[in-house]
């Protein structure tokens, strides 16, 4: 199966049901080095406004934080994240994170995206 969409192939795809408001953690490439990205949920009580705030925590593990996110409403990115190479093409990633309305548990939807190839000079 091969999915595209604007240019860009879907190579990996799901929803995940967090554990309680526990992280989510998604390991790409599994071979010689692997990429992590951590999803997680963040309040900031002192602020009236929500973001992402995405971080590389390790040359190879990057945090996405949602904080503030609203509950009971499917929130994410417009615009495609481009994150760096993967397997010599460039990864992007688009998702949506819904919040229960009681805040007890939430879930991840992602798309990661391969773009054009990558030349090593």
């Known amino acids: 199966m091969k999915i595209t ?3 860009f ?3 990996y795809h799901g929803r995940v049901f967090a554990y309680g408001m526990n992280p989510i953690e998604i390991v ?3 071979e010689n080095d692997p990429l992590t990205f951590v ?3 963040e309040n900031e009580p002192g602020r009236d ?3 992402t705030d995405i971080r590389l925590v390790r040359y190879n593990e990057v945090r996405i934080s949602c904080v503030n996110f609203p509950r009971g409403k499917a929130t994410g990115n417009h615009d495609m994240i481009h ?3 993967l397997n ?3 990864l992007s990633l688009r998702y949506e994170v819904t919040i229960n309305y009681d805040a007890t548990s ?3 939807t992602f798309t990661f995206f391969a773009g054009e190839g990558v030349s090593a000079t």
């Open 106 to 108: 939430w879930m991840l």
């Open 49 to 51: 406004d929500f973001t």
């Open 88 to 90: 010599n093409r460039k």
């Open 39 to 41: 999803f997680c949920i």
């Open 9 to 11: 192939e879907a190579v």
């Open 83 to 85: 994150l760096g190479v």
């Open 5 to 7: 969409s604007g240019g």
């Open 28 to 30: 790409l490439s599994e």
